[in-house]
């Protein structure tokens, strides 16, 4: 049996393309990288992201992003669902030490922190820190996400934590989500392109409706 599956959209200024997640009853997603604002969608939820995919191929977080972090967590954790601190991408051990070392801070702003699993990064040096106030959030390079999703999602729910995946834009990959047994997943097509809202919207619904089967 699946479970209900939550999608979150990438924050977008776009008043149709708003319009239509609403009617979809997507969720927001609102990056430290970006506009901070929810653009109203408070009363659906919210979560915030750290940015880090922005500085990808880095090698590090920068003081940048670090401030631009602070200013939204501190904006907006109280109304968010979740929100990740700050990791490295595909940044192995180094990624899951910087975002231990913010988890305390995050969790006195907001309710449920997510800690960003990398590349390189194994279920046991997870496990210890999820519980019902920390989740996953399934980032990496695209390959090894789409390889890892269904280990990642298992861990979380054996720990009853949230586990969500990053960057899914495809139907397809809606799909794998729902049968890997995430909690939810954001995604910036249907932020960007209302036309493809639809088919997104309905395969949300698919897994749904095979979850209340």
């Known amino acids: 049996m ?12 776009t008043k149709r393309n708003l319009a239509g997640l609403r009617r979809l ?11 901070q604002r929810t653009e109203g969608f408070e009363d659906l939820g919210i979560a915030l992201d750290n940015g880090a995919w ?14 631009r972090f602070i200013q939204l967590v501190i904006m907006l954790g109280g109304l968010a669902d979740w929100a990740v601190p700050p990791d490295i991408v ?12 913010w988890m305390p801070w995050v969790l006195k702003h907001c ?10 990064m194994e279920a046991d040096q997870v496990r210890p820190y999820l519980g019902s106030e920390v989740g996953v959030f399934v980032g990496g390079t695209t390959q090894w996400k789409l390889t890892t999703m269904a280990t990642w999602a298992a861990l979380a729910r054996e720990r009853g934590a949230w586990c969500h995946v990053a960057r899914v834009n495809t139907v397809r990959r809606i799909r794998a989500c729902a049968t890997a ?8 097509n249907a932020s960007r392109f ?9 395969a949300v619904a698919q897994q749904f409706f095979a979850w209340k089967e």
């Open 2 to 13: 699946m479970a209900e599956l939550i999608a979150y959209a990438a924050r977008t200024g």
């Open 25 to 35: 009853g997507w969720r927001l997603l609102v990056s430290a990288a970006g506009v």
């Open 54 to 67: 922005s500085a990808r191929g880095t090698g590090a977080y920068p003081d940048s992003l670090k401030r």
């Open 90 to 101: 595909a940044g192995g051990g180094a990624s899951l030490l910087l975002s231990l070392r």
């Open 111 to 120: 309710k449920r922190a997510l800690l960003a699993v990398q590349d390189g």
């Open 181 to 188: 047994g995430a909690t939810s997943f954001d995604g910036s």
């Open 194 to 202: 209302a036309v493809n809202q639809p088919q997104l919207g309905r």
